[in-house]
């Protein structure tokens, strides 16, 4: 059964870090891309970054690109989102998602929630 376990939400303040973790099981985590999404309050899902099977490849949505990082551990089957410079606007339950590419996401977490806030 596949699992995908996001860890690392909270409350900070604005200007603040916070780093994501998806620990992945049930399928071979080392030949899949994968990505993160989320999803503000009262809002749409919004894609913030994808990562290639072996890391070396990575892509982000315009509103995150400098300030999140995207990385893996294929070793530890865990997928990562370094946040800086957190915003308001970033506030979101964050998802980590398999990725297929052009046929989107197939498996899901249940998500974990960042809030930034003074």
């Known amino acids: 059964e596949v699992q995908l376990v996001e860890s690392g939400g909270g409350l900070v303040q604005p200007g603040g870090s916070l780093r994501l973790s998806c620990a992945a099981s049930?399928?071979?985590?080392?030949?899949?891309?994968m990505s993160w999404v989320r999803q503000a309050p009262g809002k749409g899902l919004e894609w913030v970054s994808a990562v290639n099977s072996g890391g070396g490849s990575t892509s982000y949505a315009d509103s995150v690109k400098g300030r999140f990082t995207i990385s893996r551990e294929n070793a530890k089957n865990t997928l990562y989102l370094q946040m800086n410079s957190l915003k308001p606007e970033d506030t979101a339950v964050y998802y980590c998602?398999?990725?297929?590419?052009?046929?989107?996401?197939?498996?899901w977490g249940k998500g974990t929630l960042v809030t930034v806030s003074s």
């Open positions: 049930g399928f071979t985590f080392s030949t899949y891309a």
């Open positions: 998602a398999r990725y297929l590419g052009r046929d989107g996401m197939d498996y």
